[in-house]
């Protein structure tokens, strides 16, 4: 849906989890082969999987200001069950979280969580406040207020309704 360029870091896993809904469509990536190979995932991880990303798009629309658009697992809740560990680099004596071996997409999203929010880059990835959309964006504007994943699409559509909504 958006033109705007990847989340930085692990946060581009987080925005293609939460991205592979198409909420206007219906389309689920998760339904296909390829779609959960791209996570690393199997049917079976499917359930939680798809949980994970609900209780993201969640957080997202919380960040960007929005109630979530149904109910869900609180996000801490899912990722204190991450399986993580501390990793020490025996060279040069830093340390790194790090998913447990092997990495379960839990895992990697939280370490993906907790990295971004350590950088100050957590609450920079939103959802669309477009209802039809909720896909996730990395808000790069210079004051952190974006609303939209496309300015566009979703932008205009908004922009639209509200100038109709005044002609009446």
Known sequence: MSERSPAPGGLALVEALVNTLDLESGVDALDTADGRARLGITEADLPPARALRESLRATLLAHAGYPPHQEVAPLGELLAQAPLHVAVDPADGS??????????????????????AIEGTWTRLKACEADTCHWAFYDRSPAGRGRWCSMQVCGARAKMRRYRAKDR
Do not use: H, K, Q
């Open 95 to 116: 340390a790194t979280l790090a998913p447990a071996d092997p990495a379960p997409l839990l895992s990697r999203i939280a370490v993906a969580v907790a990295t971004a």
